[in-house]
């Protein structure tokens, strides 16, 4: 079997509008589904910038849920290191992420940040809870 690649068709101009996210060259699936990626893996250097990125110009929405109930606060409080978890969490908040939503298995964003050893995170997340609640 040989792989031939798909043709992309010609872009459309759009006025004013950012061009839809393409992930893997194909356009499918929404700008949010990047941003969980992105914000999973957490790794790389100009992965916040990225996300931010998305989220601003590309209208990612920063409570995008996976089939597993996942959101990007969830894999970013779950990152190692706790100051770049700590930048994710900040920019997700400030763009409206909400901390209280659970994952399939019951897990709330500061659960996963306590669970990870992050204390200090995890302590702003459930202030970030309440004040949602007012």
Known sequence: ???MPEREEPRQKTQGKPEPIRLGGRPEGPA????LMIVKRGLEEKSLERARELIERHGAEPDFENIYAA????????????ARARAFVEM????GA???PM???GEKPADIA???GHAKLA???DVAEQVEKI
Do not use: C, I, Q, S
């Open 32 to 35: 949010g589904v990047e941003l």
């Open 123 to 125: 302590a702003l997340l």
């Open 92 to 95: 997700l908040l400030a763009h």
């Open 98 to 100: 909400k901390p209280g």
């Open 1 to 3: 079997m040989v792989f």
């Open 71 to 82: 959101r990007p606060l969830h894999y970013a409080t779950g990152l190692k290191d706790e």
């Open 114 to 116: 306590r669970r990870t």
């Open 103 to 105: 994952n399939n298995e």
